[in-house]
């Protein structure tokens, strides 16, 4: 966030759990505003903390937890506005308030859904939780049944216990909020972050990521004639893709909810010199070393680059993000967003990286879920995900909706070339090459040599 502008948007695409949190944390001064308040009314920051402004200090806090537990509307935040001169002022205490909220009926909606993805787990808290002190004010039965995740315990076994599911789901996510949980199990910890989406793709089960030849074309069998186009995955094969993917989410997850500008870190009157500048010391700075998480990052970044710097998706992105002061105007700078990761996918999913693959179809689907390609990428990962002998039933199930989806998107190259491969998964030695050859100006995708070698190993 740039000093002296406005960031708008809505709580269903920014969790005001998490923008509460996130303010903390950057140590921000400023005015929130919600459903465009007029005058000075709102609640002010100060590096981060809420304050008090000319009225009791229980009357601000009240309607802070209020507006959390809600969770709806939309709102702003402007950087560096001060409350009004010579108007008392108090500090008000940011975790209490994130509990209490989180403990409304109206915020248990929220609460169960983290405690579904999580109950199979076993979590313990972390260095960062003070021991001296509750940060929160968790009433003393919870505070004491806490004290047991000092060691590592599954989820499940706390929900058995005496406290509401309610009452434990929301201390919990109030700690994970706070980076004061950490989990073990199938996924690193995940806290609620700006854009994030339930719609996730299906991997059940550990996939096969040992690709070997049938890596350069999903569908066709183990005798890959054509070895030149085998990719192997970026990945070691022993690692898990769930880890993956959310090793992808914890470097990926500052820099969500930002738009391209404040991504990096500059004003729409920046020149593409200091552009190109400021992106290279920010993946210095944010995607040291290497692996699914920096290379994230540094693609990122990239996106963030080439948008800015092109004389005309350059000038449309500008016009977006300061005409973003609406739940309408907001909608169509992410739908803006989502293209460019969803033009990606194709590339991830033809290098076999399947974790960068779900992740940015996971993310381009929170920004704009009308696109039509997004179902189409994500039926056909979850066909890649898929054990050899599955692959043909699981292709003629998926058949006739990816038919719909190319009609729905005939522009699409990547649907057109996935349903090339689910034709030679099934064996259509007319169906295959016809679609393939009727594919103009497609050489240049990444999906091509896929198709190419699936083709031609129909015979």
């Not at 929301?170 to 909020?177: H, K, P, Y």
């Not at 540094?298 to 004389?311: G, H, S, Y």
């Amino acid at each position: 966030m740039r000093p002296s502008e406005t960031f708008s948007g809505t709580f269903s695409a920014y969790p005001a759990e998490a923008l509460l949190i996130d303010l903390l944390r950057s140590n921000l001064t400023g005015v929130l505003k919600v459903e465009a308040q007029p005058g000075d009314d709102g609640f002010y920051f100060r590096e981060g903390i809420p304050i008090s402004v000319g009225a009791a200090s229980e009357e601000v806090e009240e309607a802070l937890v209020s507006l959390v537990a809600e969770g709806r509307g939309e709102f702003s935040f402007v950087e560096g506005q001060s409350p009004p001169p010579g108007s008392t002022r108090a500090a008000l205490r940011t975790l209490p308030v994130l509990f209490a909220a989180l403990s409304r009926p109206r915020a248990h909606e929220r609460v169960e859904r983290f405690l579904r993805t999580h109950e199979d787990r076993r979590i313990r808290l972390n260095d960062t939780y003070p021991r001296t002190a509750d940060p929160f004010g968790f009433p003393p039965p919870l505070e004491k049944a806490l004290r047991g995740l000092e060691a590592s315990v599954p989820v499940l076994s706390l929900c058995s216990g005496d406290l509401s599911r309610e009452v434990l789901g929301a201390a919990l996510l109030s700690l994970s909020l706070a980076d004061m949980l950490s989990f073990e199990g199938q996924d690193a910890a995940r806290r609620v972050v700006p854009h994030s989406s339930d719609h996730r793709v299906g991997l059940s089960e550990e996939p096969d990521l040992v690709l070997h030849e049938e890596a350069a074309a999903v569908a066709a069998g183990p005798a890959m004639p054509n070895r030149e186009a085998t990719v192997t995955p970026s990945s070691s094969p022993q690692s898990s893709l769930k880890a993956r993917r959310a090793e992808i989410a914890q470097a990926v997850d500052p820099l969500r909810g930002k738009d391209y500008l404040e991504i990096l870190r500059v004003t729409p009157e920046t020149k593409p010199d200091q552009i190109d500048r400021s992106r290279q010391y920010l993946a210095k700075q944010l995607a040291k070393g290497e692996g699914p998480g920096p290379d994230a990052v540094r693609e990122l970044l990239n996106e963030a680059f080439e948008v800015l710097t092109d004389p005309v998706r350059g000038v449309e992105y500008r016009k977006l993000v300061k005409n973003a002061t609406t739940q309408k105007t907001l909608r169509k700078r992410q739908a803006f967003e989502a293209r460019p990761k969803l033009a990606r996918v194709a590339a991830k999913v033809a290098q076999g990286e399947f974790a960068q693959a779900a992740f940015l179809i996971d993310w381009a689907a929170a920004l704009d879920p009308e696109l039509p390609e997004i179902a189409g990428h994500r039926s056909f990962l979850e066909f890649c995900l898929r054990p050899g002998p599955e692959k043909p039933e699981f292709a003629i199930g998926l058949r006739l909706a990816m038919e719909q989806l190319v009609a729905a998107a005939p522009k699409s190259l990547s649907l057109r070339l996935y349903l090339v491969i689910l034709y030679v998964a099934m064996g259509e030695r007319e169906a295959a090459p016809a679609l393939f050859s009727s594919l103009k100006d497609a050489e240049e995708h990444p999906l091509y040599p896929l198709a190419q070698v699936a083709v031609a190993a129909l015979g």
